[in-house]
């Protein structure tokens, strides 16, 4: 008996021997996952580049401030509009308001089905004018109520808001002026002149308008823009540049950048300065000043590809009447600094600002 038992003994010996050293193992395996799992930092989530959803209208107001404010961290006190729940026992609080969704969803009041009327291309301001004009070198309207009324070259005239609103509506917008006295145009002023209540007399505060951006040393090439176009652009703004409406056409998702339903060629956007400004530090869709997605080259070629597309046209003969004034990127003859037109419109540009500050200078010295 004992003798038949002895292998299977042996091997009952064995058995258990493997199975004390498979739970030193296991054991062993689990504390170094643990030990693993506390000491060794987590890897770093790759920064996810999420794809702004637009919310019925088209617009991208709160995820474009959201991550606005998330990025800036650098030193520089950049301007910020005031908080909305201070507005709280405001008298011009329903103004201010309905200023800011007149800015934000323009097209519902006066595109093509507009509650009021239809006299726009049908675009928003916000569209030029990010995030209700809030937006750090969006193109914001910090800067407004503090620097106007002011002279403008381009009426040679001191022009109020009211004209400078009227402006984007008959250029920008391509449409009619507004009615000053009208409601509208009395909340689109408040609301502008509440966002920049708390910037002093004659300042700009950091982050206003645009940023400013280096001249090529050559001319701006628009060929070399198509390809930006195409690679860069066009997914949005569409292959003609027509953008897409949203579903129940009461207003763009992605605007139009020429053609019949674009701003003219007397608008702000058509000097190709103003242009690369805005789409450097605004575009595509998601970039800032401080997380730009364009190259200078780029920027300023998209800007003369687009700029060299069909758009509708004003009529600008009384716009600059002192041709000494205009600015160097203005596209449209006569000059008094004796460069081409071409070269107004795409560049070199070094070359006219310098000559063109020489005059300025002459001029002063002279008087
Ligand atoms: C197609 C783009 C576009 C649209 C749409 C647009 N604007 Fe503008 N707007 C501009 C540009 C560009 C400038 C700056 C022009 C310049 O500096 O020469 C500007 C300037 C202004 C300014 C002066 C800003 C300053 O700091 O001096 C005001 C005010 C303004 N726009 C209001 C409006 C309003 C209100 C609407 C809607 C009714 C509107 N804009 C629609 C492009 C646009
Ligand atoms: C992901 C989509 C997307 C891409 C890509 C994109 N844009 Fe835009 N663009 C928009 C939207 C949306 C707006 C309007 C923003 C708003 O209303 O808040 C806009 C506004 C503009 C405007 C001002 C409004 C107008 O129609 O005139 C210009 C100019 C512009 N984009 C140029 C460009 C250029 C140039 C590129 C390529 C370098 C580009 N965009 C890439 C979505 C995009």
């Known amino acids: 008996m004992s003798n038949t038992n002895k292998p299977d003994r042996d091997l009952a010996a064995i058995v258990i021997r493997l ?33 702004p959803v637009p919310d019925a209208y088209g617009n991208f107001t709160e995820a474009g401030k959201q991550s606005t404010e998330q990025r800036l961290k650098d030193t520089i006190n950049y301007w910020k509009a005031p908080d909305e729940s201070a507005l709280e026992g405001n008298s011009k609080k329903e103004s201010i308001l309905y200023g800011k969704d007149l800015i934000a969803h323009t097209s519902v009041y006066f595109g093509e089905n507009g509650k009021i009327y239809n006299s726009t291309n049908g675009m928003n301001c916000q569209n030029c004018h990010l995030d209700a004009g809030t937006k750090v070198y969006g193109n914001n309207y910090s800067a407004v109520t503090s620097t106007y009324p002011k002279y403008r070259a381009r009426s040679g005239a001191i022009e109020n808001i ?11 917008l391509n ?15 408040e609301y502008i002149n509440w966002l920049g209540k708390d910037v002093a007399k004659g300042k700009k505060p950091e982050g206003s308008g645009f940023k400013d951006l280096a001249f090529l040393d050559r001319a701006a090439d628009p060929e070399g823009g198509k390809s ?25 998702t992605y605007p139009p950048l020429w ?109």
Not at 175 to 189: F, H, N, P, R, Y
Request: proline share 7%; with cysteine.
């Open 19 to 51: 199975t004390q050293i498979i739970i030193v193992l296991v054991v062993f395996i689990i504390a170094l996952v643990i030990a693993l799992a506390k000491f060794i930092p987590a890897p770093k989530p790759e920064p996810v580049v999420e794809t």
């Open 162 to 172: 009211y004209k400078r609103v009227n402006d984007c509506f008959e250029r920008s």
């Open 175 to 189: 449409g009619k002026a507004l009615d000053t006295t009208s409601k509208e145009m009395q909340a689109i002023v």
């Open 228 to 252: 930006v176009y195409v690679a860069k652009c066009q997914s949005c703004h569409q292959a003609n540049g027509e953008g897409i409406m949203n579903g129940d056409k009461t207003a763009y």
């Open 259 to 367: 053609g019949e339903k674009s701003y003219n060629d007397g608008a702000g956007l058509y000097r190709l300065s103003n242009f690369a400004k805005f789409v450097k530090y605004n575009m595509p869709l998601g970039a800032s000043h401080d997380m730009v997605q364009l190259t200078d080259e780029e920027a300023w070629d998209v800007a003369a590809f687009v700029n060299s597309q069909p758009r509708p046209k004003k009529d600008i003969s009384k716009d600059w009447p002192k041709i000494e004034e205009k600015p160097f990127d203005h596209p449209f003859g006569p000059f008094a600094d004796g460069f081409t037109e071409k070269q107004h419109k795409f560049g070199p540009f070094k070359p006219i600002k310098e000559k063109q500050e020489a005059m300025k200078k002459n001029k002063k010295s002279k008087a």
